[in-house]
């Protein structure tokens, strides 16, 4: 079974510019999460989408954007990019909303690594 | 205060050491508690999952919650150097609520 798959693996953008970053969840989950990871913040928390909808969303400017496909398959969108963005950006997904799933577990791709110049 | 506070290391022991990891914590709304096991250039795993107070145990790893002192614990037993990663530690308020993420412990167990 595949795990989830995240593209870009690795990219280098420049101040302003902007960034899609891609997500494929593992076949039959319906819920995608994204979580911001730097060595000063750690990993912290931006959106989470379940059947195409935001159903979270974390304390993050609105310069960070994301969605949800159909077929679950998600993208996170970073506008005006800037130095502090520099980041590995992890995708998780879950077969349900959360921990509803009682597991509390969530299946992460191994990051896109966004440098910033 | 974050939310979660988790001592970064690096923390070096010898092989077949005993390793205790921590995190402490100041929401006490928090019911579920994770630790999360991240190697280098990967993506964090599900190590062991907790639900509310008390201790569970998988093979060398024990997870012990402490609610009253909001403190958490993973224990491991007999370390190997594959256990050299960084530890986080993770908790959510309910099922619907995302996750909150201690920084991580960098471990290395030396063979």
């Known amino acids: 079974k595949a795990g989830v798959t995240q593209t870009p693996r690795y990219l280098i953008k420049t101040r302003g510019q902007q960034v899609t970053l891609s997500c494929s969840p593992i076949s039959g989950h319906r819920s995608v999460s994204w979580y911001q990871q730097t060595p000063g913040q750690g990993l912290q928390f931006l959106f989470e989408?379940?059947?195409?909808?935001?159903?979270n969303k974390g304390n993050f400017p609105g310069r960070f954007s994301g969605r949800q496909f159909s077929n679950s398959r998600s993208e996170m969108n970073v506008s005006t990019l800037e130095l502090g963005d520099s980041a590995l950006y992890l995708c998780?997904?879950?077969?349900?909303?959360?921990?509803?799933?009682?597991?509390?577990?969530?299946?992460f791709g191994e990051g896109s690594r966004l440098t910033v110049l | 205060q974050k939310e979660v506070e988790q001592d970064p290391g690096p923390l070096s022991v010898p092989e077949g050491a005993i390793v205790s990891l921590n995190c402490t914590y100041s929401?006490?709304?928090?019911?579920?508690f994770m630790w999360y096991r991240q190697y280098s250039r990967k993506g964090p795993e599900l190590l062991m999952y907790t639900y509310s107070s008390g201790n569970k145990e998988d093979g060398r790893f024990t997870a012990q919650v402490d609610k009253s002192s909001k403190y958490i614990s993973l224990f491991i037993r007999d370390s190997q150097p594959s256990d050299s990663a960084t530890y986080l530690c993770a908790m959510s308020v309910s099922g619907n609520t995302p996750l909150v993420f201690g920084k991580g412990t960098r471990l290395s167990v030396i063979a």
């Open positions: 929401n006490s709304a928090f019911q579920y």
């Open positions: 998780a997904s879950s077969f349900t909303l959360g921990l509803a799933g009682g597991t509390g577990e969530l299946f």
């Open positions: 989408y379940f059947s195409e909808t935001q159903r």
